[in-house]
């Protein structure tokens, strides 16, 4: 299991993340529960677990409307098979990591592929 957090994206880019992870992963959301815009001046996170499988199924790219901030959280190797996913569908930039024990964490930043 691993959790995905989104952050400085606008709704139509969160659920587009949202939705190739859906596709290629079990998750604990369903497909009618897309991110929501809150009041406020604040900025939003969006965050869903995953179940990453053994054999995910491949996505094609897809297209965002600008930059999303993605932390990935979880064991090494459903954080690697998420981290594979949105590499398939985005332009992904490493922006850190923190292992640790058990779980590792990761920084992305997430574009449209050229």
Not at 24 to 43: K, L, W
Request: hydrophobic content about 40%; proline content about 7%.
């Amino acid at each position: 299991m691993a959790t995905v957090s989104l952050t400085g994206a606008s709704k139509k880019d969160a659920t587009a993340v949202f939705d190739v992870l859906r596709t290629a992963f079990p998750t604990d959301r369903s497909s009618h529960d897309i991110p929501q815009e809150q009041p406020g001046d604040n900025s939003p996170v969006w965050s869903a677990e995953f179940e990453p499988a053994r054999e995910p199924i491949p996505t094609d790219s897809v297209p965002l409307e600008g930059a999303v901030s993605a932390t990935l959280q979880g064991a090494y190797v459903a954080v690697d098979q998420l981290f594979e996913a949105l590499s398939a569908a985005f332009a992904v930039d490493h922006w850190g990591a923190a292992s640790g024990d058990q779980e590792k964490e990761v920084d992305l930043r997430l574009t449209t592929k050229r």
